[in-house]
């Protein structure tokens, strides 16, 4: 993880101290065995960074046309970019046919990480579940995948296609783990925006709703930051593409502020521990995190955040948001939430999975 970091996060402004930073990046990728060169592929590819991750590789390399190194990277790279080419194909096709039959459609989650992508496809649509999923079967031979008790309550199907290796994950009429965020999801469409990925041109949510997103995804789902996550978010911090003002007002409104506050804390202090400076948050910002990446530790392929009480702070205050919102109905939903990780938690040791139910 260490080393894929520095892949990423290397400093680019060219100082002394980048300049010897990367001088002994390029000595250890130049070195690097092919048992280690496989782990870190491998682990890219958890991360979501391949592309990026090889590309500066890549760059680290002798000229040389024949060097062993740089031919494992282009092989990596050729099939990587040979899926997403695939995937982008089908992604495009799929938002095509929703809006010619004029459901409302946007891609969340799985374009933030271009040129890399995401494992699966996720959309929004605020459109009928039902009418959806018959749609899907019927113009795309897919097929329904069982929905476990969080699926449910999440308001989530995953579809798979023939042809298409990923599964398609959409989101109907709700967003979070327990489908509880109905603010930000009733928005999410009005509020989206057109970008250009590859040859083709899809619906993304704006910067604001992204971050929320990646936010309760990452603070009140996982509990855990892939690679990509600080990448993505650094993009966008660096090259102020984020509207604070926008960002708190919705955040707030759904009632994840606090929440938002410490994901950009964490991404920010993250890229401080590789590039020997912090990105800039307003003071606001800073104030609102209840913490930061002093806390955040790697395992098992991720960066994980504690769930023990900081997390769990969260959770309660969102929750406590929602009820003087008298969002009562969220609030029913979201109090499932500690039973249903409960739930898949003795599942997974009795059964050795929480599927059906996480």
């Given at each position: ?14 100082d ?34 391949v592309?990026?991750g ?7 390399m ?14 990596a ?43 699966d ?27 476990s ?52 041109a899809?619906r ?37 593409a ?6 708190r007002?919705?955040?707030m ?51 994980r ?11 309660g ?11 009562l ?30």
């Amino acid at each position: 993880m260490a080393l894929l970091s520095r892949l990423l996060l290397i400093p680019q402004d060219g100082d002394n101290t980048s300049s010897s930073m990367a001088a002994g990046l390029r000595s250890e990728v130049r070195n690097i065995s092919r048992d280690r060169f496989h782990d870190l592929v491998t682990l890219a590819s958890s991360n979501h960074v391949v592309v990026r991750g090889l590309e500066v590789f890549l760059r680290m390399m002798p000229e040389a046309e024949n060097d062993i190194r740089a031919e494992w990277a282009r092989n990596a790279l050729e099939t990587e970019r040979a899926r997403i080419t695939l995937a982008l194909s089908f992604l495009s096709e799929i938002c095509a046919a929703f809006e010619s039959e004029k459901y409302d459609v946007a891609v969340i989650k799985s374009l933030d990480h271009w040129p890399d992508l995401g494992s699966d496809l996720d959309l929004y649509t605020n459109s009928n579940s039902s009418d959806v999923s018959e749609f899907m079967k019927s113009r795309f031979d897919a097929r329904t995948a069982p929905q476990s008790w969080g699926d449910r309550l999440a308001g989530k199907w995953n579809f798979s296609i023939p042809g298409l290796p990923e599964a398609v994950e959409i989101h109907m009429g709700r967003l979070g783990q327990t489908g509880e965020q109905v603010v930000v999801a009733s928005r999410l469409a009005k509020r989206s925006r057109l970008v250009t990925i590859g040859d083709y041109a899809f619906r993304v949510p704006s910067v604001s709703d992204r971050i929320m997103i990646s936010t309760l995804q990452r603070m009140y789902r996982h509990f855990y930051f892939r690679l990509c996550d600080i990448v993505d978010s650094a993009e966008l911090l660096e090259t102020d593409a984020i509207d604070f003002e926008d960002l708190r007002s919705s955040a707030m409104d759904a009632g994840i502020w606090e929440g938002v506050a410490t994901y950009l804390a964490i991404v920010s202090d993250c890229v401080k521990q590789y590039r020997g400076y912090d990105l800039a948050l307003p003071p606001f910002v800073r104030s609102a995190a209840r913490f930061g990446g002093e806390l955040v530790y790697y395992s098992s392929e991720f960066l994980r955040v504690p769930i023990m009480p900081q997390s769990a702070r969260l959770y309660g205050s969102q929750l406590a948001g929602l009820f003087r919102k008298r969002q009562l109905q969220n609030c029913a939903r979201l109090s499932l939430l500690p039973w249903l990780a409960t739930a898949a938690v003795v599942g997974q040791r009795i059964t050795g999975s929480d599927k059906g139910i996480w």
